[in-house]
């Protein structure tokens, strides 16, 4: 089939978008330029302007590929700033979470040691009270103590054993020794014994 050139001039010269279609290969960024169905082929005008055409949408495409990219980077960009906040963030809740399971435990430490320490102050003091009281009658603090075998006893009890025997180590009861204060008087108390 022959094809009829296209010599229209006054109609070349404002051949525009209206009289021509066009078709965007997205693949291969390809445009085909043809008249609307019609069997005439295109004048040097046509072409230059179908060249202009391709030419502006290939510069609109480059331009599209840059803003594109442009906003790939500030996206990218943007990613790894709320990325690093939020590293930030969560090192800043470690560290104080970190802070705050020391301090718990540096808490829970001292209270346990504070029961530790009342524990053995209470037990010591238990131990001082029961060096304290007579072993007789469980009652009265040691105040006395046997001049011939040196056992400490309550008053009470001393006076109970006297001209009798030790309830410790059955030894004659012959006299005692009150005692000042037991801290004091351990030297005296000795002494006072030896002299007897």
Same mark, same amino acid.
């Given at each position: 089939?022959?094809?009829?050139?296209?010599?229209?001039?006054? =109609?070349?010269?404002?051949?525009?978008?209206?009289?021509?279609?066009? =078709? #965007? !290969?997205?693949?291969?960024?390809?445009?085909?330029?043809?008249?609307?169905?019609?069997?005439?082929?295109?004048?040097?005008?046509?072409?230059?302007?179908?060249?202009?055409?391709?030419?502006?949408?290939?510069?609109?495409?480059?331009? +599209?590929?840059?803003?594109?990219?442009?906003?790939?980077?500030?996206?990218?960009?943007?990613?790894?700033?709320?990325?690093?906040?939020?590293?930030?963030?969560?090192?800043?809740?470690?560290?104080?979470?970190?802070?705050?399971?020391?301090? +718990?435990?540096?808490?829970?430490?001292?209270?346990? #040691?504070?029961?530790?320490?009342?524990?053995? =102050?209470?037990?010591?003091?238990?131990?001082?009270?029961?060096?304290?009281? /007579?072993?007789? /009658?469980?009652?009265?603090?040691?105040?006395?103590?046997?001049?011939?075998?040196?056992?400490?006893?309550?008053? !009470?009890?001393?006076?109970?054993?006297?001209?009798?025997?030790?309830?410790?180590?059955?030894?004659?009861?012959?006299?005692?020794?009150?005692?000042?204060?037991?801290?004091?008087?351990?030297?005296?108390?000795?002494? #006072?014994?030896?002299?007897?």
């Amino acid at each position: 089939m022959l094809q009829k050139p296209y010599t229209r001039p006054e =109609q070349s010269a404002s051949i525009d978008l209206k009289s021509f279609g066009y =078709q #965007l !290969n997205r693949l291969g960024s390809q445009v085909t330029a043809f008249v609307n169905g019609s069997d005439y082929a295109m004048s040097k005008e046509g072409r230059d302007v179908c060249k202009k055409m391709v030419s502006c949408i290939q510069k609109a495409s480059s331009y +599209q590929r840059e803003a594109s990219e442009h906003l790939i980077n500030d996206q990218e960009r943007f990613f790894e700033d709320e990325w690093s906040k939020r590293e930030r963030a969560l090192k800043e809740q470690h560290e104080l979470e970190t802070d705050r399971i020391i301090s +718990q435990l540096l808490f829970e430490k001292e209270q346990a #040691l504070n029961s530790l320490r009342t524990k053995l =102050q209470e037990e010591k003091e238990e131990a001082i009270r029961g060096l304290k009281t /007579c072993t007789i /009658c469980y009652d009265e603090e040691k105040n006395s103590t046997l001049t011939r075998c040196g056992h400490t006893f309550c008053e !009470n009890c001393c006076l109970m054993m006297f001209d009798g025997d030790c309830a410790m180590c059955r030894a004659d009861v012959t006299g005692w020794v009150r005692m000042l204060s037991r801290i004091r008087c351990f030297g005296f108390i000795y002494m #006072l014994v030896c002299l007897l």
